[in-house]
């Protein structure tokens, strides 16, 4: 187990540093940058050149390669270029909670309601229940999250005055981004649980269970379950990753100050230290997912240990 | 027994699942949630301000996005008055010598900041120090360098003590211009007095409502990134007691659709980032208003390339700018001229007084190619239009597009998303490029100083290549810099009418729109100015019911 461990952290270092240096120079690769000249015209040339140096964009590329992973190595992500007197850690450090709790909620909901209905789906297969949690959730993953949440706003918001348009920090602020967050995964909850359900109880050890004698609920909930769950393992993994570092569409809807934003803004604003602090941030904490996934798996799946 | 435990443990995952939703709702229950909730009797109103400006402190900041936060909490020499015009602030009296560049100003007495403590002429004198220091770095000197000699004090080329910006005691401040400056008052409404001591102490005091010391109408009592900025009214004010409002809470709202639910439900009682899909909601109605903001819309010609001024003529009287506002939904006015409404001349509007000098003319326009040596365009070139990628400026391209080749001349858009523009702007690979301004005080001089020749120049002092340099150019250099030293008011004017004719005449560049700006606010709420640079004030404001 140590050795498994120790093999896959080893793989995500090396993946780590890859991410860092292909991100690094592809984003100073693409046009623009955090200062144009153009966009202010008041603002003399010689001002402009101050600005550049004291952040450092008037070296050559590789040595501000250099400078860069040397400050990582104490953990220092820079200031932002365009969020002035802010450190991208303590941006990092004031946006991330927020995303991350709205993201554990959605994710406890997707599972609290995607592995049941994931289950009667697949032992009523065929009946009623079946048909509406499969169309239900054909509808979960096709419609985009922004559409959800427009339709939500305008309902709740809007029709019913049921909830406020924006604001942040009481629980009234929290429950329509975490609905329209956890739509897609319990869809797809449902559907893995489903499908990899109806494969288990056709195993012969099920078979052998039910001819013990042994009670339909014993038989689901302790010998078919278990395996039944390690394709929603996999994908819970990443599906934590993703939903606790935010959603740009849902928190610029809901207004919600989360970490979400600054993907896209990050980079439309080519505001490159928080670019490369988002993505080494995000790319760590799914690596850190996925490690935990796969030992998860090996601690649930015995043959995952043995194979590797 | 097994059935106990079952139970036990979906009362415990149960009672997670709740206390992380009690979690959640966790911090600290006084503090405002940024929503539009309403502060008891106080009376509050509640502002939209757009996404979070970038910069939340007046030396690092650039956009109009924290100036209408700024205008709120600090207040300068001058201020707007509740006309929109400049009048005195925190002087009391002024006077200023014959040629118009030595003025001093007398501080009234007994001014506080925000914190009670004593505000006096030094604070100016150290605000300035502080802000125009090579070091501070400030994003924005242009109107500081009003001032004698600082613009090589910014440089780090003179001392503080060659500037002309001195406190001859706690109440008296002598300010000596680089050159006489008729409209000084609507600068002196942008110096604004900092907390200095407080700033050179804390370097993050712009994140702390205890350390962000001001002296406006306003000050900020509670500061939550990303959400809101919650302004209370200023006791230490000077004005303090034709103050009607409470409390201010200026809340982020990145979304123009967000805004107008908002207000719809109102969550907001003022509102002035609006989509396309507003202005038609509420154009007819009490609650929108608009006004003229000093700023216009036009496109960059490449002068290298399109170099025959009838054919940059022809390109300017195709633009039926009526129509255009209608695909575009917008209020903008068409700009007939490049200096735009909002500019006074006396109590008159320049724009009136000077007269429209482009209006649509399509017969003129074919005449001119033809006169060119191009009847219906044949022989022209595909002209590359450059613009950023918005929906906005896609449509006004393709609209542009069109028009233009209705007299025959062919263009091709290439769009850019904001990032990149400026800086395919500044490659000067383009026949036209998308462009515009807005000025920051009421004199023509801030719109029409964008094309004098010292700003056509690179660094090292060789001219753009793309930029206007003729006999027309040469000459309305000549005419723009005797405004600078002309100090008779109607001949000055004059001088400007006459400039912006030899701009026109040559048509560097074409002027599309005037911009205004367009507000809502609820009928129960009076007194919210929207000036002429398009800041929001509140300090004019109250709730009736």
């Known amino acids: 187990m140590a050795k498994f461990i120790l093999k896959r952290v080893a793989i995500s270092v090396v993946s780590m540093l890859l991410l860092i240096t292909v991100t690094f120079f592809l984003m100073h690769a693409i046009p623009g940058g955090p200062f144009s000249p153009g966009e202010q015209k008041d603002l003399k040339p010689e001002v402009l050149e101050a600005i550049r140096a004291r952040y450092g964009l008037d070296l050559p590329v590789t040595q501000q390669y250099a400078n860069y992973m040397k400050n990582l190595a104490h953990g220092d992500l820079g200031v932002s270029m365009k969020k002035t007197n802010y450190t991208v850690n303590e941006l990092l450090a004031g946006s991330f909670p927020v995303s991350a709790q709205i993201g554990m909620l959605a994710v406890v909901m997707a599972l609290i309601i995607g592995i049941p209905l994931g289950i009667i789906a697949a032992l009523k297969r065929g009946s009623a229940a079946d048909m509406v949690s499969m169309v239900l959730a054909t509808i979960g993953i096709s419609i985009p999250t922004f559409v959800i949440a427009m339709l939500l706003m305008y309902l709740f918001c809007m029709k019913l005055a049921w909830f406020p348009t924006f604001g942040w920090g009481e629980a009234k602020h929290f429950i329509l981004p975490v609905v329209c967050l956890c739509l897609a995964p319990i869809a797809n909850i449902t559907r893995l649980i489903r499908s990899s359900m109806l494969e288990v109880v056709r195993q012969d050890y099920i078979r052998t269970a039910r001819a013990k004698g042994l009670s339909e609920l014993m038989v689901i909930g302790k010998h078919a379950i278990r395996n039944a769950i390690l394709p929603v393992v996999t994908y819970v993994g990443p599906l934590v990753a993703s939903l606790m570092t935010g959603s740009f569409a849902i928190e610029r809807m809901f207004m919600v100050p989360g970490i979400g934003r600054y993907f896209v803004n990050s980079v439309s604003d080519r505001d490159y230290t928080v670019i490369m602090g988002v993505t080494i941030f995000y790319g760590a904490f799914i690596m850190v997912c996925t490690l935990l996934v796969d030992i998860a798996y090996a601690w649930i799946d015995p043959r995952v240990r043995f194979d590797s | ?545």
């Not at chain 2, 009490?286 to 903001?293: F, G, I, L, P």
């Not at chain 2, 100090?487 to 004017?493: A, I, K, S, V």
């Not at chain 2, 006459?498 to 729109?513: S, T």
């Open chain 2, 1 to 545: 027994m097994k059935r106990t435990k079952k139970v036990l443990a979906l009362l415990l995952s149960l009672c997670l699942a709740a206390t992380m939703m009690a979690g959640c709702g966790g911090g600290d229950d006084s503090a405002d949630n940024g929503d539009g909730s309403s502060g008891g009797d106080k009376k509050r109103i509640t502002y939209a301000n757009g996404a979070q400006p970038e910069a939340m402190d007046p030396v690092s900041s650039v956009y109009a996005k924290y100036s209408i936060l700024k205008y709120n909490i600090y207040c300068g020499l001058a201020r707007i008055s509740e006309d929109g015009v400049a009048e005195l602030g925190y002087a009391d009296d002024y006077t200023v010598n014959d040629d118009m560049t030595v003025w001093t100003f007398h501080i009234r007495e007994g001014s506080k900041f925000s914190d009670g403590s004593d505000l006096t002429a030094h604070d100016w004198v150290e605000t300035m120090k502080y802000h125009c220091a090579p070091e501070t770095a400030a994003r924005s000197t242009t109107m500081e360098e009003y001032v004698l000699n600082m613009t090589e004090y910014v440089a780090g080329e003179c001392e503080w003590e060659d500037v002309g910006f001195k406190a001859l005691d706690d109440n008296t401040l002598e300010i000596t211009l680089a050159f006489p400056c008729t409209y000084f008052l609507d600068v002196a409404c942008t110096y604004v007095p900092y907390k200095v001591d407080v700033i050179k102490e804390n370097p993050n005091w712009a994140k702390n409502p205890e350390t962000y010391i001001t002296n406006g109408p306003f000050r900020i009592v509670e500061l939550n990134d990303q959400v809101n900025v919650l302004l209370e009214k200023n006791p230490y004010y000077y004005d303090a007691e034709n103050v009607a409002i409470d409390e201010v809470n200026f809340v982020f709202l990145d979304d123009p659709a967000v805004e107008l639910a908002a207000y719809k439900n109102n969550e907001i009682q003022v509102s002035d980032n609006l989509s396309a899909e507003s202005i038609k909601t509420y154009r007819d109605t009490d609650e929108m208003t608009a006004a003229e903001r000093i700023g216009v819309n036009y496109l960059t010609v490449n002068t290298n390339r399109i170099s025959d001024n009838r054919i940059r003529k022809a390109l300017a009287y195709s633009i039926n700018k009526d129509a255009l506002i209608q695909i575009l939904g917008s209020t903008n006015l068409p700009a007939t001229g490049l200096v735009p409404y909002g500019i006074h001349w006396g109590d008159e509007q320049w724009r009136d007084k000077a007269g429209d000098l482009v209006t649509y003319d399509i017969e003129l326009a074919k005449q001119l190619l033809a006169d060119a040596g191009y009847p219906g365009g044949e022989g022209l070139p595909t002209y590359k239009y450059v613009t950023q990628n918005d929906e906005e400026s896609v449509n006004k391209a393709q609209a542009l597009q069109s028009m233009w080749k209705e007299v025959g001349i062919n263009t091709e858009i290439v769009t850019f998303e904001p990032s990149t523009y400026w800086d395919v702007f500044d490659t000067e690979d383009w026949d036209i490029a998308a462009d515009g301004w807005t000025g920051d005080y009421d004199d023509p001089n801030t719109n029409l100083f964008l094309w004098e020749a010292y700003r056509e120049q690179d660094p090292d002092g060789t001219l753009k290549d793309a930029r206007w340099v003729n006999e027309a150019a040469a000459e309305y250099d000549r005419l723009m810099k005797e405004t600078y030293t002309e100090l008779d008011y109607e001949t000055r004017m004059n001088l400007f009418v006459e400039a912006e004719k030899v701009l026109v005449d040559d048509m560097p560049i074409l002027p599309v729109f005037f911009y205004t700006d367009t507000m809502l606010v609820k009928p129960e709420v009076t007194g919210v100015l929207k000036c002429y640079i398009g800041h929001v004030f509140f300090q004019y404001a109250d709730i009736v019911e």
